[in-house]
């Protein structure tokens, strides 16, 4: 089984239920073909670079998955049947690198989630005042 990224670009007219449903209709091919879903991020409603299918905006879906290479024809075909995926680009993670980078971006936004909170925590809250004094 071979390591893919896949970014998705889903219709901005569409409510959150609906793109999560064709979240889920792309995940659902990954596993029906044996694969496995690493990671799945919804980054949400963007501009796009340029004009799409008379679309200017778009839902943006990246997903990191293993699966054998049959999988991305069945990826294909759903895309056309889809109306709602205005864009998709699977690209295959040859290097390991490639690999452990994309396996990892979770990790370090959890690590720098961790230092945002610890940061927040060790800041002292403000001492209160004596009464009868004021801030000058």
Known sequence: MNYYEDMVIIDSNLDDTAVEETVQKI??????????????EVWGRRKLAYELNKH??????????????????????????VDSIIKFMVVKLTKKKQIEAAIAVPQKAAVKEAAVEAKAAETPEAAPQPEGTENV
């Open 56 to 81: 200017q905006k778009g839902n943006y879906v990246f997903l990191v998955f293993k699966a054998p290479s049959s999988t991305i024809a069945e990826l294909e075909n759903l895309s056309k049947v």
């Open 27 to 40: 995940k659902d091919v990954i596993v029906k073909q044996g694969g496995e879903i690493i990671k799945a």
